[in-house]
């Protein structure tokens, strides 16, 4: 059983760009969540995808956005890069078959640096 | 809103001692409790989860009980190893209300040989 990959593992970007992250969700997983967790803290939940439809958001501005695709792997899509952006992003797949209570399990994350 | 407080760290401890790490949490219910653990430069990785009241968790060693009466959840093993050195995170998810994990500010633990 293949579990939760993300792509690219680092990446650096400048203020004011925009930057796509990338997550393949566990084999048999319909719901994708995406967090941001910032250096020293807790994660932060981004959004939730469940079937292709936005399942949910964090207190986040609209520059962060998203996609899910038919096979369930997702993207994070953030523009006007800032500097507080710089942070390890986390993707985290569930069932979806008792959605809301399901178990979340994560990938190794994207550590995105803001120059 | 719904919150999660652990103990702050570091928790430096030497091989073989116990381990406690308190987790106490805030939210409109019965949510689901987990510990997640966070090894150097990795994701986090699903350590064990209660889903209801006097349930206990239990994995590698690791055990916690969701104690509904103190609102706590903390984690315990009884013999620590210099591999368990990583942060660990509590975290709950609301019942029927909602879908977001929300997470202590984790807690590091460093186990001295």
């Known amino acids: 059983e293949t579990g939760v990959t993300q792509s690219p593992t680092h990446l650096i970007k400048t203020r004011g760009q925009q930057v796509t992250l990338r997550c393949s969700s566990q084999?048999?997983?319909?719901?994708v969540s995406w967090y941001q967790q910032a250096l020293g803290q807790g994660p932060q939940f981004i959004f939730q995808?469940?079937?292709?439809?936005?399942?949910g958001r964090g207190n986040f501005p609209p520059r962060f956005s998203g996609l899910q695709f038919p096979n369930y792997s997702s993207e994070l899509n953030v523009n006007a890069l800032e500097l507080d952006d710089s942070a390890l992003y986390l993707c985290a797949s569930s069932p979806g078959t008792n959605q809301g209570a399901d178990t979340q399990y994560f990938g190794p994350g994207t550590r995105l640096t803001v120059l | 809103g719904d919150s999660v407080t652990q103990m702050e760290g570091p928790v430096t401890l030497s091989e073989e001692a116990f381990l406690t790490i308190n987790c106490t949490y805030t939210?409109?219910?019965?949510?689901?409790l987990f510990w997640y653990v966070q090894y150097p430069g990795e994701g986090l990785q699903l350590l064990l989860k209660a889903t209801k009241a006097d349930d206990k968790g239990s994995n590698k060693g690791f055990e916690a009980t969701y104690r509904k009466e103190t609102t706590s959840f903390h984690l315990e093993k009884g013999s620590v190893q210099v591999s368990d050195s990583a942060v660990y995170f509590c975290?709950?998810?609301?019942?029927?209300?909602?879908?977001?994990?929300?997470f202590g500010g984790g807690t590091r633990l460093m186990v001295k040989p």
């Open positions: 939210a409109t219910g019965y949510p689901s």
């Open positions: 995808y469940y079937r292709e439809e936005e399942n």
């Open positions: 975290a709950l998810l609301p019942r029927n209300a909602g879908n977001m994990l929300t």
């Open positions: 084999s048999g997983h319909n719901t």
